[in-house]
């Protein structure tokens, strides 16, 4: 019982994560205009429709619903909560067009919605399929770590930042703009190259703890190939030669930081130097030191919004995930956090003295509250990657706990007058 509720807990998380990223790719750039409600709009969205449909429009409306569907298809079999979210996403379809006429950057059409609803009802139809034809017909399994929340979190950060704005595009230009710098201009960043190679191996092993069966070996690799194949189809992102060979180099180094306390040392070492050499790159120092910011956050007010956002999806994953690691090697979470802080603190100090570089309070900050909030998600007796991963049950291959030897094979008594006979 645990087990279940703990899967549709997950579940309901993930929908409201879809729910929210669905209002946030309609409503971007978000050029909010105050705007009168009235039966025109209303009329007008019900009648619109493009002269000329795209494929690209198309299969982008029913892409964006799908994964709805997924989910709804996840939270059960029965037909009267299948009729709910269906009529919850036809209704959340056509209110997210309607709210486009308080912004003029986006226009409102009665196409969109109905492709949106074609897509949610697609996503029920094959989580309905992928639901009856798994294991005996169960509901998708969850496993039961204490440690899944930090670890997913992290992994969703790196997806989030490799897709950032998160707004799917499938416009022939947009993705001749993001391969350019792969295939018309590629240049060789011996410190980027670090940095990507170093951040795919910490993601490849955070896939241990997250909630997904089997995301190891060649599914694994699949996955992250997957992820950096579709960064193109979201707008204005770019795949230069330093991403490619960066996740080259961790698909090949892969087996030698998969599992293991040695290799579990040397992942936080190579991740500690990739810090530092990104940190203080390109390695020129100015003879004057510069001033430090102690107001939090304060450098991403300075620049566009979209890169500094994307900027800090990038250092929570990487901050973040140096905290996980230290816990995954025994250490409690909170003094992770303090001891990832200082080192930040320090390459953030010699900043001070690297023309470009903005010397702040936030990369530290940053550390600490990752200890912090892995140790609420890790919550309770189980404060560490380690002894969580101990205390967890053996498992059914079917995902259901196994019973402990004594409730699974009573031992008899013996016949009286008869010692037993140690086992």
């Given at each position: 019982m645990a087990d279940a509720c703990s899967g549709e807990s997950k579940i309901r998380a993930?929908?409201?994560?879809?729910?929210?990223?669905?209002?946030?790719?309609?409503?971007?750039?978000?050029?909010?205009?105050p705007h009168g409600a009235s039966w025109a709009d209303l009329r007008t969205l019900l009648t619109a429709w493009p002269s000329r449909l795209s494929s690209a429009d198309v299969?982008?409306?029913v892409l964006l619903f799908m994964p709805l569907g997924l989910l709804a298809a996840a939270r059960g079999r029965h037909g009267g909560r299948r009729l709910a979210w269906l009529a919850a996403g036809i209704a959340y379809a056509w209110g997210v067009q309607y709210l486009q006429f308080w912004f003029p950057s986006?226009?409102?059409?009665?196409?969109?919605?109905?492709?949106?609803?074609?897509?949610l009802c697609a996503g029920l139809l094959v989580g309905d399929l992928a639901r009856r034809l798994g294991p005996g017909g169960r509901r998708w399994p969850v496993e039961n770590m204490p440690c899944w929340a930090p670890a997913t979190a992290l992994l969703l950060a790196?997806?989030?930042?490799?897709?950032?704005?998160?707004?799917?595009?499938?416009?022939?230009?947009?993705?001749?703009?993001?391969?350019?710098?792969?295939?018309?201009?590629?240049?060789?960043?011996?410190?980027?190259?670090?940095?990507?190679?170093?951040?795919?191996?910490?993601?490849?092993?955070?896939?241990?703890?997250?909630?997904?069966?089997?995301?190891?070996?060649?599914?694994a690799a699949l996955a992250a190939l997957c992820i950096v194949a579709a960064e193109p189809f979201?707008?204005?992102?770019?795949?230069?030669?330093?991403?490619v060979a960066g996740l080259g180099i961790a698909l090949l180094l892969r087996p030698l930081f998969a599992r293991g306390p040695a290799s579990l040392g040397a992942l936080v070492l190579l991740l500690v130097a990739s810090l530092v050499a990104s940190g203080l790159a390109p390695w020129t120092f100015e003879a004057a030191a510069r001033g430090f910011r102690w107001m939090p956050f304060a450098g991403m007010l300075d620049g566009s919004m979209y890169v500094n956002t994307a900027a800090l999806a990038e250092k929570c994953f990487l901050y973040g995930g140096l905290v996980f690691l230290m816990g995954d090697g025994g250490m409690r979470f909170r003094p992770a956090g303090a001891v990832a802080a200082v080192l930040l603190g320090g390459i953030e100090l010699a900043q001070r003295w690297v023309p470009g570089r903005v010397a702040e309070i936030t990369d530290p900050l940053l550390a600490?509250?990752?200890?912090?909030?892995?140790?609420?998600?890790?919550?309770?007796?189980?404060?560490?990657?380690?002894?969580?991963?101990?205390?967890?049950?053996?498992?059914?291959?079917?995902?259901?706990?196994?019973?402990?030897?004594?409730?699974?094979?009573?031992?008899?008594?013996?016949?009286?007058g008869r010692a037993a006979v140690p086992s």
């Open positions: 993930l929908m409201l994560a879809v729910w929210v990223l669905i209002a946030y790719g309609s409503l971007f750039p978000f050029a909010y205009v299969a982008g409306n986006r226009v409102p059409s009665a196409s969109d919605a109905w492709f949106n609803t074609a897509g790196w997806v989030a930042y490799r897709w950032f704005p998160l707004v799917p595009s499938l416009d022939p230009q947009n993705l001749k703009n993001g391969l350019k710098p792969l295939l018309l201009a590629p240049q060789w960043d011996g410190v980027r190259v670090l940095h990507d190679a170093t951040a795919w191996l910490l993601w490849l092993r955070l896939l241990r703890y997250a909630p997904l069966r089997g995301m190891t070996g060649a599914r979201f707008w204005g992102n770019t795949v230069s030669l330093s991403n600490v509250m990752a200890g912090m909030l892995f140790a609420a998600l890790a919550t309770g007796k189980h404060p560490t990657v380690r002894t969580a991963r101990k205390a967890s049950p053996p498992r059914e291959p079917d995902g259901t706990a196994r019973p402990p030897h004594d409730a699974a094979e009573p031992r008899a008594e013996p016949p009286p």
